[in-house]
């Protein structure tokens, strides 16, 4: 979608007749694009010094109950009708599996965080072994 945009945008320049603009916009705005994508989607998932980490929010290891690998179509469900409005949910709709992480904290209204991941049998296991 980004990259359509994106052209269309350069052939508009296009339009304007003057010569820089027949390639100039196309070699900046596509690639533009694709990183601006990318730089949106990429997010890394870290379990470091007690902590769960992703996209600045972190979790102390110590409130996190217990996790689960999910796959694409229960990661679908749990983040629409049958989710909890108050869970933390972080998702990349191109990455299908995802962990689901229960939250025990009296005083945090989060009942779990949601996090996409192409591998959420490792992250499980890295979660049990850092505990």
Known sequence: MAIAI???LGAE???AGLPLTD???Y???????VAIVWWLGHSSL???DGELRIRGAHLPLRYV???VALDAATLRRVVGREGDPAAFVSIRPWIGP???FWVDDPDDPTP???????RPERVVELLRSAH
Do not use: C, D, K, M
Not at 112 to 118: A, C, D, G, K, P
């Open 65 to 67: 109950s217990g996790a």
């Open 112 to 118: 779990y965080w949601i996090v996409s991941s192409r």
């Open 23 to 25: 390639w100039l916009p």
């Open 98 to 100: 995802g962990v689901q």
């Open 6 to 8: 994106a052209a269309l």
């Open 46 to 48: 870290e379990v470091a």
């Open 13 to 15: 320049f296009h339009i």
């Open 27 to 33: 070699g900046i705005l596509l690639p533009l694009a």
